[in-house]
């Protein structure tokens, strides 16, 4: 049974460094073809593609967010650990981790989210 | 703005038939690029619907189907039914963000 959930603090100051982890099961990186991305809703606005890191360890992430964004694995624990820093209050949104089987194939397991919110 | 264009909402009575299209361009869609399409209520996890324009998941009712026409998609949900009431989201890929993931803008279904 595949399992994904994040966590994370649920305030950050602004201009702090947000830090999420998403703890997994059921599936691993040693698999060929494994990705897993970070999304984002913030209220009132769309699901927000925010980075990816696949089995082999590339990366790629949401350009509009420039060099904010961090993803990295350990193959070894099951996680993905996301960084987004200097937080501002429009980052303030449900953060989900998903996963895909290969690049182009959609997120078939999300987890269930976590709700940061950065205050003015 | 979504790379990915959605009406932010359509509406239908139970038991009828509504249409979310999801227009595209070139740099997606028309660059070949497939499509995805998934149900969100917040506070749960998204649930994919519909992947590679018309495949349609085991468990998912065939109630949901999705088509291609061009550089759009749509999801077809015949036969509504109040649990229907969500938000839906397709998703792709583009050339102008070096093939990343992107999603559209989303539609609420109400249902009447």
């Known amino acids: 049974q595949v399992t994904l959930r994040e966590s994370g603090p649920a305030l950050v100051k602004p201009t702090e460094t947000l830090t999420l982890t998403c703890a997994f099961s059921?599936?691993?990186?040693?698999?060929?073809?494994?990705?897993v991305s970070w999304i984002r809703q913030s209220p009132g606005k769309a699901l927000e593609w925010l980075a990816r890191?696949?089995?082999?360890?590339?990366?790629y992430y949401n350009t509009s967010l420039g060099t904010r964004l961090s993803i990295s694995k350990d193959t070894s624990r099951d996680q993905v650990v996301l960084t987004l820093s200097n937080v501002e209050p429009a980052d303030s949104a449900t953060y989900f981790c998903a996963r895909k089987t290969t690049t182009m194939s959609p997120f078939d397991h999300w987890g269930q989210g976590a709700l940061v919110t950065v205050p003015s | 703005q979504s790379l990915l264009t959605q009406p932010p909402s359509v509406s239908g009575a139970p038991g009828q038939t509504v249409i979310i299209s999801c227009t595209g361009s070139d740099s997606n869609i028309g660059a070949g690029y497939t499509v995805h399409w998934y149900q969100y209520l917040p506070g749960r996890a998204p649930k994919v619907l519909i992947s590679e324009f018309t495949n349609r998941p085991s468990g998912v009712p065939e109630r949901f189907s999705g088509s291609k026409s061009g550089i759009s998609a749509s999801l077809a949900i015949t036969g509504l039914q109040t649990d229907d009431e969500a938000e839906y989201y397709c998703q792709s890929f583009d050339r102008s963000v070096n093939g990343a993931e992107v999603f559209g803008g989303g539609t609420k279904l109400t249902v009447l």
């Open positions: 059921g599936f691993s990186f040693t698999t060929r073809g494994i990705c």
């Open positions: 890191i696949d089995w082999d360890d590339d990366k």
